[in-house]
C-alpha cells in the first residue's frame, strides 16, 4: 500500500487515480466535519461535493507540509465561510432552522437520543461553531487555526473564548472558568 | 489572563460535556463511502471540465489580444499622438494594477501548504 506522500506526490503530478484515493480515504472524514459544521445533512453533502471539486483544481499547488485531511478541512471550512457570507444563506436562514430538526430526529432515530451538547453546539453561530470544532475536536492550535481561516489569532481566540463561554452557559457550567 | 492552564482545562471540560456526543454523532453518521471507480470518474470528468475551460480562456484571450495590437496598429497608422497617449494610459493603468494587486497578495488566501 502507497503511503499517504506518495499518492500525494503522483496527485500533484496528475495521476488522477492516486487523487482519488486519496478522496476516497478521507470521504467520510470530509463529510463528517462539513455536517457537523453545518448540522444540515443536504449542506454538508454539498460543501462535501464543493470541497471535493476544489481540491482537484487545486492539488498542483498543495506542497504536503499539512496533512491530507487539514487541507481539506481548509478548504471545507473556507466554503463554509463564503457561503455563510453569501445572501443565499441568508434566504435559506429559516429552511435551516428546520433541518437542524431534521438532523435531530435523524440521530435519535440512529442515537436513541439527542444530547444536550449537541443542541448547544447546533445553536452556535457558524463561524463560532468552527473554531471550536477545530480547537477542541480537531485538536488544531489557534495560530493553525488563524492561518487555515485566514483569520488573525486575535479574532480566532476571541471566537473561542465566547464559544466556550456559550457552551458553559447553555450546559449550565457558567461557574466555572 | 493567559494562563496556560486554560487551554488545557477548557480541553477537558469540552472532551467531559460534549466530546463523546460529538464521536457519537460522527458514528450515527458514518456516510457510505462510493466505490473507487466513482472518484476516478469525479476526478476525471472534473479535470475535463477545468482542461476545456482552461483552452476557452486561452481562445478568448488570443482573440482579445489580435483585436488590441490590430486596434494599436491602426491607431499607429492614423495618429501618432493619439497612440502615444493611449500607451501611456494603458502603462499606466497597468502599474495601478500591479501595485493593487501586489497589495491585495499580502492577505491572500493560501492554498498550497
Redesign the interface.
Known sequence: MVDEQGLIRKAARGDSRALSELLQQHYSFLFQYALKLTMNRSYAEDVTQETMLRAIEKIGTFQGKAKFSTWLITIASRIYVDRIRSKERERRWVQEEQTLRAIRYETQTVMGDWPEALDAIGRMPGDIRMAILLKYYYGYAQEEIASMLDLPVGTVKSRLHNGLKQLRKELGDDGQS | MDNPNNGTD??R???N???D??R????????F??D?FE??A???A??QT?RRKQWKDLLLLWLIGCFLFGGMMWLLERDMVWFVVLQAVIACTAIGCVAVMFGKKK?S?????
Open positions: 477548557d480541553k471540560w469540552f472532551d460535556q460534549i466530546g456526543s460529538l457519537q454523532f460522527d458514528e450515527a453518521h458514518k456516510p463511502t462510493p473507487m472518484f476516478e469525479l476526478v476525471g472534473h479535470k477545468i492577505v488566501r493560501r492554498w498550497n501548504r
